[in-house]
T-cell receptor, first 116, second 114 residues
Framework: AQKITQTQPGMFVQEKEAVTLDCTYD???????LFWYKQPSSGEMIFLIY??????QNATEGRYSLNFQKARKSANLVISASQLGDSAMYFC?????????????FGQGTTLQVKP | NAGVTQTPKFQVLKTGQSMTLQCAQD?????MSWYRQDPGMGLRLIHY???????DQGEVPNGYNVSRSTTEDFPLRLLSAAPSQTSVYFC?????????????FGPGTRLTVL
């Protein structure tokens, strides 16, 4: 069975500094996708970044990058130059490829607080 | 562009009452799904649909029904509400099941069952 583990319930970072949010996963699938979502206090889920298990290069989207280490089964999110608006809960998720259900398996989340 | 909309935003029910959570998307997405979010447990899949007229069960379907009569709408029905169904409910949609097609989430419905 697939499982996502986020071991950091809460993190603090100083504004303008970089921060890494940890995510490890467990799966027996050969192909899978890894995702990060942001959930601000307003409650909506916002897609941030996607990494396919078959992608050789780490994914990047603006200030977000995904540090993908397949052998270690980790998919950490790196946020560069943190902003106050980055304060939110962050979820790591995965999905098998191909998928008949589209089901995302989510971790428990990490709350990030950016200090001015 | 409205994206994925959900109504209501908040709802309080008494045990045994029934209700329907509404979800609509205007992006012509084939795939739609419902998740529930409970504290410390992330999100779990309730039901999903790969197109109009096609629905199937997810991880935690008991106590919920869905239908998909149009591409745009995917309502979630609680047949007889129980306190264990107190949760935040999210609807999501994507163009297809290709994982590179982003799943967009609605704003959520916070449901309390007394």
């Amino acid at each position: 069975a697939q499982k996502i583990t986020q071991t950091q319930p809460g993190m603090f970072v100083q504004e303008k500094e970089a921060v890494t949010l940890d995510c490890t996963y467990d799966t027996s699938d050969q192909s899978y996708g890894l995702f990060w979502y942001k959930q601000p206090s307003s409650g909506e889920m916002i897609f941030l970044i996607y990494q396919g298990s078959y992608d050789e290069q780490n994914a990047t989207e603006g200030r977000y990058s995904l540090n993908f280490q397949k052998a270690r089964k980790s998919a950490n999110l790196v946020i560069s130059a943190s902003q106050l608006g980055d304060s939110a809960m962050y979820f790591c998720a995965m999905r098998e490829i191909p998928s008949n259900t589209g089901k995302l398996i989510f971790g428990q989340g990490t709350t990030l607080q950016v200090k001015p | 562009n409205a994206g994925v909309t959900q109504t209501p935003k908040f709802q309080v029910l008494k045990t045994g009452q029934s209700m329907t959570l509404q979800c609509a998307q205007d992006m012509n997405h084939e795939y739609m799904s419902w998740y529930r979010q409970d504290p410390g447990m992330g999100l779990r899949l309730i039901h999903y649909s790969v197109g109009a007229g096609i629905t199937d069960q997810g991880e935690v379907p008991n106590g919920y029904n869905v239908s998909r009569s149009t591409t745009e709408d995917f309502p979630l029905r609680l047949l007889s509400a129980a306190p264990s169904q107190t949760s935040v409910y999210f609807c999501a949609s994507s163009y297809s099941l290709d994982p590179e097609d982003t799943q967009y989430f609605g704003p959520g419905t916070r449901l309390t069952v007394l």
